[in-house]
């Protein structure tokens, strides 16, 4: 699957971002009234890297994610993507360059019930990107397709297994070309049985070069496909470093005290 490459930006050099860096936060905070849900977290991510974000509930691994894609846009810090600032007063660009940029796969399917596999895929491209509608279908059918759907593309949402639903919404996040790729415990709601199929798409784009952060407890994949591992706590990053460095040889207590949780299930 073909995906654009994005050009290094004026932007980026002048504010002296190497021109694989895809994606920068600098001190985000996030606060729910009194909840102080993200407290001040750094983090880069350079074009083709896939990052997994691990951490107990309620961490603010979910809301770093809904920040990133501005669901949740920060109060505190700023976020660039691919240069571009994205948040505050001095934001270059707004909410659609983030649309166009970030595809978001939730925990929850979100598909529309009363529409078929094909028309969950086709309607953002033809109400965003202005597709056509013969465009659109054309390219809905190579995505299910391409995730393994294609005998599938006019059943409903309630004629497909839980893995086929992710599937589906993973081919919609595709659809919108993005250069980045959010997954939010996607595996999570499913039985276990239906998690490899929705894991295997996920492994075929991080081998494609797609630029991905994975927030998830499947610590195979997170050791087997991720750049590298971020360990969350209380809403501030307590280490990072290469799967090797933070699955098997933490520094931090906290981060030893999870995995021997996570681990032993």
């Given at each position: 699957?073909?995906?654009?490459?994005?050009?290094?930006?004026?932007?980026?050099?002048?504010?002296?971002?190497?021109?694989?860096?895809m994606l920068s936060l600098e001190g985000v905070h996030k606060r729910f009234g009194s909840l102080h849900v993200l407290r001040g977290v750094d983090m880069d991510v350079d074009r083709g890297q896939v990052v997994c974000v691990i951490g107990p509930s309620g961490s603010?691994?979910?809301?770093?994610?809904?920040?990133?894609?501005?669901?949740?846009?920060?109060?505190?810090?700023?976020?660039?993507?691919?240069g571009q600032q994205i948040t505050?007063?001095?934001?270059?660009?707004?909410?659609?360059?983030?649309?166009?940029?970030?595809g978001m796969v939730f925990q929850q399917f979100n598909l529309f019930p009363h529409k078929s596999a094909?028309?969950?895929?086709?309607?953002?491209?033809?109400?965003?990107?202005g597709r056509s509608g013969g465009e659109a279908r054309s390219k809905a059918e190579s995505l299910l397709t391409r995730v393994g759907l294609a005998d599938k593309v006019n059943e409903y949402p309630d004629r497909l297994s839980g893995g086929q639903q992710q599937r589906v919404a993973i081919a919609r996040a595709l659809a919108m070309d993005p250069h980045v790729m959010l997954f939010d415990e996607v595996t999570s709601a499913l039985d276990p049985e239906l998690v490899k199929?929705?894991?295997?798409?996920?492994?075929?784009l991080a081998e494609e070069g797609m630029t991905m952060?994975?927030?998830?407890?499947?610590?195979?994949?997170?050791?087997?496909?991720?750049?590298?591992?971020?360990?969350?706590?209380?809403?501030?990053?307590?280490?990072?470093?290469?799967?090797?460095?933070?699955?098997e040889q933490p520094k931090h207590e906290r981060t030893r005290r999870f995995l021997g949780l996570v681990l032993e299930r």
């Open positions: 699957m073909a995906m654009e490459e994005p050009t290094p930006t004026t932007a980026q050099a002048a504010d002296g971002r190497a021109p694989g860096a603010g691994k979910s809301t770093l994610l809904r920040c990133i894609n501005l669901l949740e846009p920060p109060e505190e810090g700023r976020i660039l993507l691919e505050g007063d001095e934001a270059r660009e707004g909410v659609n360059f983030v649309r166009r940029r970030v094909i028309e969950n895929v086709s309607m953002a491209q033809q109400k965003v990107l199929e929705v894991l295997d798409v996920m492994r075929e952060i994975v927030v998830t407890h499947e610590m195979g994949f997170a050791r087997d496909v991720c750049s590298r591992v971020l360990f969350m706590d209380e809403g501030v990053v307590v280490e990072q470093g290469s799967p090797r460095e933070v699955l």
